[in-house]
């Protein structure tokens, strides 16, 4: 027998501690053990399919918390970036994507237009930095931007000066060649934006016009060319949670992780094949979240479609998780959007601070240098 005293002396205190280690890590989440790997390692690329489910799987209220502590250790937790999305050529589009409105095969009583001019494009862009957004995207309703020269030049021209505001510059215009992602890259783009939608599984249920490899390819190119990677999908599509976990698998398994990732909730719109889709709700955003930050740590997760349909508090429960980016001004492309009187409020009340932009080294000695250049010939 052994004595209270040899007891307290701490004789016993080693088998003690490994029973009490072995007894709390078999109640550990996934998404415990996980985050804390990320914290102590930093990211990886080499995420395994159960890794992942098993994270998106824990208890919904572990997985925000050890999304939070993801997030406090790898970003400032308070920045939130300010982005505006612009439909710089809206409609007419031939693919097929079922969710989108801006599809020529549905009718949804979307007028197909031309691209927009360059005043109009520069008054929009001056008008996002006015109210605080730090990053401009256009999007252009097209499949790919292969005979499209002259409209290709124009939208060169429309990066060059947005830069040359001060603000970073995404684009979203569909599937690129190699030799146009460089000629972005050389226009000072800062990322583009082409999204997976879904897992490789579940794809040719949404899509059948793009392959999810062409998808992969056009990201390819846009890495190869120095250009930050802006890649995510869309929940509510009628996909199943293990189309969600796929989805990540393949973002978190690139070779270099996606400097952003957009995390979508359907808007579903009227003459869309998606039309009475259910509404995602709330803890099915904060999954995906949480679940991105934990394997794709220094991403920025952006929250993205479908954030006008959540409250204060829930966005709140996002930020928390692990988001630190939105789209403001009035609409998403064609869909709708949070009020910008909203956002500033939502700021204020939740304590968020607005980020600055942020570029690569070469791109930011370049408008340095064309800073000074302006700053000498003015003077002169």
Request: glycine share 6%; aromatic share 6%.
């Amino acid at each position: 027998m052994f004595s209270t005293r040899s007891v307290l002396r701490g004789q016993l205190r080693p088998s003690v501690a490994v029973l009490h280690s072995s007894f709390y890590s078999s109640l550990s989440s996934a998404a415990a053990i996980q985050a804390e790997r990320t914290i102590r390692q930093g990211p990886r690329n080499d995420w395994n399919r159960d890794e992942i489910k098993a994270v998106y799987g824990s208890p919904v209220l572990d997985l925000l918390f050890h999304g939070a502590q993801v997030h406090r250790h790898t970003h400032n937790f308070r920045e939130v970036q300010q982005c505006t999305l612009l439909s710089i050529k809206t409609g007419g589009c031939s693919e097929d994507c079922s969710y989108c409105p801006q599809s020529s095969r549905y009718d949804t009583g979307l007028k197909a237009q031309k691209l927009m001019t360059k005043d109009a494009v520069m008054e929009a862009a001056q008008k996002a930095k006015e109210a605080g957004s730090t990053r401009f995207c256009m999007g252009a309703a097209w499949r790919d931007t292969v005979g499209r020269k002259t409209n290709f030049n124009q939208i060169l021209e429309y990066v060059k000066d947005i830069r040359g505001m001060g603000m970073e510059v995404c684009c979203t215009l569909g599937m690129l060649e190699k030799q146009q992602a460089l000629k972005l890259k050389e226009a000072g783009l800062t990322a583009y934006n082409h999204n997976l939608d879904t897992s490789r599984e579940y794809y040719p249920n949404v899509i059948t016009t793009r392959t999810y490899d062409e998808r992969l390819e056009t990201i390819k190119f846009v890495r190869d060319a120095g250009i930050s990677v802006c890649s995510g999908g869309i929940i509510g599509l009628g996909e199943a949670e293990e189309d969600r976990v796929g989805l990540l698998h393949t973002l978190a398994t690139l070779p270099s992780h996606p400097e952003s990732v957009p995390i979508n909730a359907l808007v579903s719109v009227k003459g869309t094949p998606l039309q009475d889709q259910k509404p995602v709700e709330i803890w099915e955003m904060i999954r995906m979240i949480a679940t991105a930050r934990i394997v794709m740590p220094k991403a920025m997760v952006r929250l993205s479609a479908g954030r006008v349909k959540f409250s204060m508090p829930e966005q709140a429960l996002c930020f928390l998780a692990g988001a630190n980016s939105i789209f403001t001004g009035e609409k998403l492309l064609t869909t709708p959007n949070n009020d910008f009187d909203a956002d500033q409020l939502m700021f204020k009340v939740l304590g968020l601070i607005p980020k600055a932009p942020s570029f690569s080294e070469e791109p930011a000695k370049a408008y340095e240098a064309e800073a000074c250049e302006e700053a000498v010939s003015s003077s002169g």
